[in-house]
């Protein structure tokens, strides 16, 4: 197709260069001994110069445009024609008083005003799509299918996943638990991402991609969570981690995650995180200083004399004098709780009878 385009290019390209030839005899001197050489020249140049941007002036710019149209979803694109015909149709009626204007200004003014407005449009539409879609509900216009049954409706709403969260398996069982509303939509280039880790050469991480492939197939097959897998994809976007917070605004605004840096740089853009082991930290029991527990001390800890052991949920419990327990069952008493970022940890001494 590229070749085809190029050899059109160069033939009119020749054919303008013997039009303007021939419209600009008097710039070459037909008499001049040189002649033939200086149009032969003019003609040639004009070939390459056809040969060399045609391309560009047609199927490049139309590649671009199929490109940009496919990465929009639907309702990006309704409305980006909606407001491309509002912005002409107010183009149109500018440029009825604009066309009274002495030329050149009566002439391409009005053309110049109906394209700025029409393109105008577009992006004020696009930007602006949800904030209409609400409005036009409010005012009647259109309603939203209504699921059946109570069944979810597909896509309300899109959550994003990335890989860390596909990897850690807890999704699947907080999936089949029903806490998941909506659709868990997987990307088609962290599918990728998967199979490259999958594939890696190091036991742990190859069996850590297995795994998580292992469970994205059992989900779309058992999961009451609908899962779908997107072809969307940003080729101007390098990471993986930035691709996920574009599709995530185009979708939704929701990620599902576990990777600290992808959460922070999502809350900072307004998107909804939902990150597994803040949930899995918000579902442990509540721990009050003065209550008591019964703990297994299994090791010494950090300071001289603490011991160190585990509620049944994985929560850490520091015991202050525990060291001389080591591998028996103690009853303390908690004297202060810490919130950290990898978890909640408990202080406790043990309960004086």
């Not at 994003?160 to 069982?173: H, K, L, P, Y």
């Not at 995650?257 to 307004?270: I, S």
Request: aromatic share 6%.
């Amino acid at each position: 197709m590229i070749r085809n385009i190029r050899i059109l290019g160069a033939a009119l390209g020749g054919i303008v260069g013997l039009a303007l030839a021939t419209s600009l005899g008097g710039v070459f001197d037909r008499s001049g001994p040189y002649y033939g050489f200086f149009l032969a020249a003019w003609v040639v140049a004009w070939i390459v110069v056809g040969f060399a941007l045609l391309p560009y002036l047609t199927i490049v710019p139309a590649e671009w445009l199929v490109r940009s149209a496919q990465n929009l979803s639907t309702a990006e694109f309704v409305t980006a024609v909606g407001g491309f015909l509002i912005g002409l149709l107010m183009g149109l009626l500018l440029g009825i008083p604009l066309s009274n204007l002495p030329d050149p200004l009566g002439k391409w003014l009005p053309l110049a005003t109906s394209l700025g407005l029409g393109l105008g449009m577009v992006g004020l539409t696009v930007a602006k799509r949800q904030d209409l879609v609400t409005a036009a509900e409010a005012l009647g216009i259109f309603r939203r299918p209504e699921a059946e049954d109570g069944a979810v409706r597909r896509g309300d709403p899109h959550i994003v996943v990335d890989t860390s969260a596909i990897i850690d398996g807890r999704i699947a069982e907080i999936a089949e638990s029903g806490f998941i509303y909506g659709t868990l939509v997987v990307p088609r280039f962290v599918l990728d991402e998967l199979q490259h880790i999958a594939d890696s050469a190091d036991t742990l991480r190859r069996n850590r991609g297995r795994r998580g492939l292992e469970i994205l197939a059992r989900m779309q097959k058992d999961s009451p969570t609908p899962v779908e897998i997107v072809t969307d994809d940003f080729p101007d976007i390098p990471e993986v981690d930035a691709k996920l917070v574009a599709l995530a605004k185009r979708r939704s605004g929701a990620i599902l995650t576990n990777d600290f840096n992808l959460n922070r740089v999502a809350e900072l853009q307004g998107l909804r995180v939902l990150n597994i082991n803040s949930l899995a930290n918000a579902v442990k029991p509540a721990v009050l200083p003065g209550e008591e527990l019964r703990v297994r001390v299994i090791q010494e800890g950090k300071e001289a004399g603490q011991g160190v052991g585990f509620l049944d949920d994985g929560t850490m419990i520091v015991v202050e004098g525990g060291a001389r327990y080591i591998d028996k069952d103690l009853d303390v008493a908690v004297t202060r709780v810490l919130q950290t970022v990898a978890g909640r940890m408990i202080f406790a001494q043990p309960r004086l009878d």
